[in-house]
């Protein structure tokens, strides 16, 4: 089931590449697969995150990824992704705008940028002639309601996936089951467990619980990080307790799954952790935070254990989990 070729007319939508922070039902099949199964059988059906039933006749071979920020789950089992959309180039990713965690290996396995700067062009998915084709239900990369139908009326299966409630670690199970990849789905997810782990005997864990703030500057909304957020999951591996903030702080429209945005001047007041690690920060954001006057009676801040952590954990994925890991150790190890 491959794109037809043909030439189109479209009009590109151009997106923030800054994407959302990381925030769950299991994807269904019918009677030819499920998600505990060891291996698929063809044609396959599955039920994805927007409710839509995607059959494929035959395990896919060209699969193109309009939603970067699952590009790294996707490599991580091995799944045969042949192109994927492209942030906009920044100190996060490398110079085609593919993030930085995974760009190395994206360049092993030959995967082509299908277009840069998040801008959607029909025409280049139809050139790389897929044979499934994933999409994101929202985000700066989610093309789902601008686009979603032009790609199905080309007659490729096209799976919609939620990152925003769902974990690497649940991501990786679906695309598993989707891809025939459900072995080395799981052999991801225990590989990283591994790896935590090992990490948590090396590192020393304070008293008082962890708080994970997005911290960003006097006078600005912050997020403290729920504990049902992937940077809390790490952490909980790790042996911290995730201090959470009161909810009743809560300036979200619609409250979140993965963090809580607090004003600044309530900032004082959802900082409770005993610990703070900063996210998406190469070490500034934590100095910002220890010097801001507001904070300064913060325990952690009178301890001087304010710790970065790193600045690819603005979204987890196996690789740039691994980063996170690292950060933690080589601070408190």
């Not at 994101?136 to 096209?158: C, I, N, R």
């Not at 409770?272 to 006057?293: H, I, N, W, Y």
């Amino acid at each position: 089931m491959h794109l037809r070729r043909m030439t189109l007319a479209v009009s590109a939508v151009v997106a923030s590449a800054a994407l959302a922070l990381s925030g769950c039902s299991s994807t269904s099949s019918d009677t030819t697969s499920s998600a505990s199964s060891d291996t698929a059988s063809w044609p396959l059906t599955v039920t994805d995150d927007a409710g839509h039933e995607v059959t494929l006749d035959s395990q896919p071979e060209r699969i193109v990824n309009t939603a970067v920020s699952v590009t790294g789950t996707l490599l991580a089992i091995d799944a045969p992704v042949v192109a994927s959309a492209a942030a906009s180039v920044s100190d996060i990713t490398d110079d085609k705008g593919f993030f930085s965690q995974w760009a190395g290996v994206a360049d092993e396995r030959g995967v082509e940028v299908l277009y840069p700067d998040l801008t959607f062009d029909l025409e280049s998915v139809v050139a790389v002639d897929p044979d499934l084709v994933i999409v994101s239900t929202s985000g700066a990369d989610s093309v789902y309601d601008d686009h979603y139908d032009e790609l199905t009326a080309q007659g490729v299966p096209v799976y919609v996936a939620n990152y925003g409630s769902k974990s690497w670690e649940e991501l990786a199970e679906d695309f598993g089951t989707l891809t025939g990849h459900q072995a080395e789905a799981r052999q991801a997810v225990d590989d990283f467990d591994a790896y935590a782990a090992d990490a948590a005997e090396k590192i020393t864990v304070s008293d008082g619980g962890a708080s994970i703030v997005s911290f960003n500057g006097s006078g600005k909304d912050s997020g403290v990080a729920k504990g049902t957020s992937a940077q809390a999951a790490i952490l909980t591996k790790l042996g911290f307790q995730v201090a959470e903030a009161d909810s009743t702080l809560d300036t979200s429209e619609k409250p979140r799954q993965d963090f809580t945005f607090v004003t600044y001047e309530n900032l004082s007041k959802a900082i409770t952790g005993g610990t703070v690690f900063t996210l998406s920060d190469d070490g500034r954001k934590a100095k910002a935070l220890e010097s801001d006057a507001t904070l300064a009676n913060l325990d952690a801040v009178k301890n001087g254990r304010v710790y970065p952590l790193g600045l690819t954990s603005f979204r987890i994925d196996p690789y740039s989990g691994r980063q996170m890991i690292d950060q933690i150790v080589s601070d408190l190890a």
